[in-house]
């Protein structure tokens, strides 16, 4: 069984959610401390056919307190706006806004069940049937860190397999997961991924999952999500 473990971010970017259709049970990290100034709350999208950060609000953010005790604020009424202007002429901007605003009206303001919600949205709407699990719901050595709670993870829910973000490369040792039956993978997005943004514009990398789904079919999208290479 192959798995992966993330900590929860308001629609990121597509490696994410290629880590997330790659394997079959996807742990949400949400029983860990809080990022201050990580891409929890943000990201990027096309703003006049430019690179641009868009932020939401968060009630009591903190470093401090762990996701569960975070509020969604947003009314997502600038970001809708924001979406309408630079995206309303592009191939599936009805289909998307749509998913949007099922994902924006969520009633559970709670940051962890918020973001949980929306990628459920996200992969129903794309098909895919990757399991989502809370790391707070898993009974396990809450005192053990980093590659130890990782592997304590994988073992509690029987993976044989763990997939990991290319970034946890220089912190994880293959043998040590091996040393522990477990096989270890990062997942790095192909520097040749592209698909059609604006017309006459030069292709803009590692945007918002908003920005792929505007653009592309729910086809081409999990075409482009399975663009990666393992190491």
């Excluded at 990022?35 to 950060?53: D, E, F, M, P, S």
């Amino acid at each position: 069984m192959k798995l992966g473990i993330m900590q929860p971010y308001f629609m990121p970017y597509i490696g994410y959610f290629q880590l997330m259709k790659a394997v079959d049970k996807y742990v949400i990290y949400n029983d860990v401390n809080y990022i201050k100034g990580g891409w929890v709350a943000r990201n990027n999208i096309l703003i006049n056919g430019k690179k641009q950060l868009f932020t939401i609000k968060l009630q009591g953010a903190s470093p401090n307190k762990h996701f569960a005790e975070i509020q969604i604020l947003d009314d997502f009424k600038k970001l809708i706006k924001t979406l309408e202007m630079n995206y309303s002429k592009v191939p599936f901007f009805q289909s998307t806004m749509g998913l949007m605003e099922k994902i924006f009206s969520y009633p559970e303001k709670r940051l962890d069940l918020f973001i949980k919600n929306s990628f459920e949205q996200i992969l129903s709407y794309l098909g895919i049937k990757t399991e989502l699990i809370l790391s707070s719901g898993i009974v396990k050595d809450n005192s053990l860190r980093g590659k130890d709670k990782v592997m304590e993870i994988c073992k509690i829910l029987e993976a044989d397999t763990y997939y990991n973000a290319i970034g946890g490369k220089e912190l994880y040792d293959k043998k040590e997961f091996e040393d522990n039956g477990i096989s270890l993978h990062f997942l790095k997005t192909d520097e040749n991924l592209r698909y059609t943004q604006f017309p006459n514009m030069e292709f803009v990398p590692n945007l918002s999952i908003i920005d792929v789904l505007m653009f592309n079919s729910v086809e081409e999208v999990n075409k482009i999500l399975d663009n990666y290479i393992l190491e």
